[in-house]
């Protein structure tokens, strides 16, 4: 599975910025997208996710600023990110969580190769 992500880059705080990933490859319907962030020093963490029937998963520091959506048909997931601080510089990894084959029993995590959101004061 490869992870194509796009959409970071340079905005003001209080801006808006639009991060799209398309996956390709071996795809299985079932599975989970999300977008975690990694910021300087930090640890990687989960900024939100969805699964293939919609359930979604938002980080804290997400919630009410951030949505994540996803079009099942072009295997593509979104995240809308909406009055960013610039505690949301990071670069962000977009992440698909499914089986590597038909009858696999485990899931397996797949990383795209991030895309620098930077947020200036």
């Known amino acids: 599975v490869q992870l194509q992500a796009s959409g970071g880059g340079l905005v003001q705080a209080g801006g808006s910025l639009r991060l799209s990933c398309a996956a390709k490859?071996?795809?299985?319907?079932?599975?989970?997208m999300g977008w975690y962030r990694q910021a300087p020093g930090k640890q990687r963490e989960l900024v939100a996710s969805?699964?293939?029937?919609?359930?979604?998963n938002y980080a804290d520091s997400a919630k009410g600023r951030f949505t994540i959506s996803r079009d099942n048909a072009k295997n593509t997931v979104y995240l809308q990110m909406n009055s960013l601080k610039p505690e949301d510089t990071a670069v962000y990894y977009c992440?698909?969580?499914?089986?590597?084959?038909?009858?696999?029993?485990?899931?397996?995590?797949?990383w795209g190769q991030g895309t620098q959101v930077t947020v200036s004061s």
């Open positions: 992440n698909r969580n499914q089986r590597r084959y038909s009858g696999d029993p485990y899931y397996t995590d797949y």
């Open positions: 969805m699964t293939t029937y919609g359930n979604t």
């Open positions: 490859g071996s795809i299985f319907s079932i599975n989970i």
